[in-house]
T-cell receptor, first 116, second 115 residues
């Protein structure tokens, strides 16, 4: 079974500073990787995903994540954060081996707090 | 499209009471899921339904039952609520195929408190 580790439970950062939220997953032959964002009192929204192809994927609001197979990581980065980025971020993985499992395994989440 | 809808949004129960959480999706997805979210625990899968007519246990199924009523609706039932079931419950749906490859779409959640 897959497992996902988000190394930081809380990350405070000043507005306009860069941020990196770390995510590592257990090894598998092939995986699909996702970052979801949860704003206060809301459900989860997909931020970006890696399915295949380029290892660097981007979201429409300036986040990017890089799939690193050798390090089994999928860290999320943003060069300059905004107050509106304050939220909880979840990394998730799905086994891509085609065994038929539709399940996503989620990390425990990282709360990003942007300080004015 | 409304996406994934959940009712109720909030609920307070007494220990031993029963209730059903409702979930519906209008995206014609085959797969549906129920998660619970607790502080510091992330999301944990309770039950899922890969397709209409099938249901399977997830990571934390004890104390819950589910019904896949039709392709659109997937309900979660607590037969005898316990304080340990105080949580936020999320329903999600997905379509497994070459395009979406399992991306899940989430409802707004139900906040349940068991006293």
């Amino acid at each position: 079974a897959q497992s996902v580790t988000q190394l930081d439970s809380q990350v405070p950062v000043f507005e306009e500073a860069p941020v990196e939220l770390r995510c590592n997953y257990s090894s598998s032959v092939s995986v699909y990787l996702f970052w979801y964002v949860q704003y206060p009192n809301q459900g989860l929204q997909l931020l970006l995903k890696y399915l295949s192809g380029s290892t660097l994927v981007e979201s429409i609001n300036g986040f990017e994540a890089e799939f690193n197979k050798s390090q089994t990581s999928f860290h999320l980065r943003k060069p300059s954060v905004h107050i509106s980025d304050t939220a909880e971020y979840f990394c998730a993985v799905r086994d891509g081996s085609g065994a038929g499992s539709y399940q996503l395994t989620f990390g425990k989440g990282t709360k990003l707090s942007v300080i004015p | 499209n409304a996406g994934v809808t959940q009712t109720p949004k909030f609920q307070v129960l007494k220990t031993g009471q029963s209730m059903t959480l409702q979930c519906a999706q209008d995206m014609n997805h085959n797969s549906m899921y129920w998660y619970r979210q607790d502080p510091g625990m992330g999301l944990r899968l309770i039950y899922y339904s890969a397709s209409e007519g099938t249901t399977d246990k997830g990571e934390v199924p004890n104390g819950y039952n589910v019904s896949r009523l039709n392709k659109r609706e997937f309900s979660l039932r607590l037969e005898s609520a316990a304080p340990s079931q105080t949580s936020v419950y999320f329903c999600a749906s997905s379509e497994v195929g070459t395009i979406l490859l399992g991306e899940q779409f989430f409802g707004p959640g139900t906040r349940l408190t068991v006293l």
